[in-house]
């Protein structure tokens, strides 16, 4: 196995993660309108299934290193970016300042839970 660093590994898994997870509970709205309801729920958890798979080693590999806290803050992030790039790209839709100055709140909350004050 690759011997990557800590820090690497976990925000690798979280990427990958995201981008199952956001799909699972997003990707429908684009072309699963006259599927059931039914059918979507169980193919988001088919999906959500690898997202699962990749979200426990990244956690549980990135507690070596990061605190809880620290963690979470990373994985929000993430969330924010692989949302922002989906939306655009997958769904279609404009991003707006508004998005970008919250998004961006909510980067600067996470350099605070970074600092050792």
Request: glycine share 6%; with cysteine.
């Amino acid at each position: 196995m690759l011997n990557l660093p800590v820090p690497l590994v976990t925000v690798l898994l979280l990427i990958a993660s995201n981008i199952f997870m956001t799909y699972a509970w997003y990707g429908h709205l684009k072309d699963g309108a006259s599927l059931p309801m039914f059918k979507v729920v169980l193919i988001s958890w088919g999906v959500a299934f690898f997202e699962y798979c990749l979200m426990v080693p990244a956690n549980r590999i990135g507690y070596t290193y990061f605190n809880a806290a620290q963690l979470k803050t990373i994985q929000e992030v993430i969330t924010l970016a692989v949302f922002a790039a989906f939306s655009v790209l997958y769904l279609k839709e404009s991003l707006g300042w508004n998005h970008l100055i919250g998004f961006s709140l909510i980067a600067l909350g996470a350099f605070f839970i970074f600092q050792k004050w």
